[in-house]
């Protein structure tokens, strides 16, 4: 004969909450997220080019450089006065790029590599980073 059971499984039990759940039991009910505006954002890439023999810095966002050779180069963006880069050839506009908080860098486009070949763009060229 079988020995009579002596042990009981502990009671389970379980809570359901909806969106009036608090309101329902004395809570508080749910505040209104408050976000913060965005932050500014902050300029990381900048298209160079040359008019009327000086150089200027643009936001590359608001005034990306043409990447067909054929095209003119316009911006109706605000510019700031740069630097022209000795050695470079300023006949289409180039951009920079910040790689850390203090230094910048000439974005080179990949260059066209005959198929099936595995090419490498040009090495980093170190630029100023252009001032607000």
């Given at each position: 004969m079988r020995t009579p059971r002596r042990s009981f499984a502990a009671p389970l039990v379980i809570t359901f909450a909806?969106?009036?759940?608090?309101a329902a039991c004395g809570g508080s009910?749910?505040?209104p997220i408050h976000d913060n505006p965005?932050?500014?954002r902050e300029v990381t890439e900048w298209t160079i080019y040359k008019?009327?023999?000086e150089c200027f810095s643009v936001d590359a966002g608001a005034c990306p450089a043409p990447t067909d050779e054929k095209t003119k180069f316009t911006c109706s963006s605000t510019s700031?006065?740069?630097?022209?880069p000795?050695?470079?050839s300023m006949d289409r506009p180039i951009v920079i790029v910040r790689v850390d908080p203090s230094s910048c860098e000439m974005k080179h486009e990949m260059p066209d590599c005959p198929e099936g070949a595995s090419c490498n763009p040009p090495p980093p060229m170190p630029m100023a980073c252009p001032t607000p």
């Open positions: 909806g969106a009036g759940g608090l009910k749910k505040e965005p932050a500014p008019a009327e023999g700031q006065p740069y630097a022209c000795e050695g470079l």
